[in-house]
């Protein structure tokens, strides 16, 4: 899979989030940084991105239950 925030292939063993992975590399980094440290804004955006897709794809159509949004 292709992590969220770099764009890199991420390894099997990587952190799962809303069925996105993060690789080992960005986990650390995002437990590690601050909100005025570089590359927040970055992460921060791939994360807007990501609930932007879920919104919109939720409004494209009903959902049932146990379906992933």
């Not at 989030?17 to 570089?38: K, N, R, S, T």
């Not at 590359?39 to 919104?55: E, H, M, N, S, T």
């Amino acid at each position: 899979m292709e992590c969220l925030i770099c764009q890199r292939w991420a390894e099997e063993e990587c952190l799962s989030f809303c069925g996105e992975a993060i690789c080992g590399d960005c986990e650390v980094e995002l437990m590690e940084q601050a909100v005025d440290a570089p590359g927040y804004d970055i992460r921060v955006r791939a994360f807007r991105l990501l609930w932007q897709r879920k919104f919109l794809a939720a409004l494209d159509r009903h959902l049932m239950d146990g379906d992933p949004v």
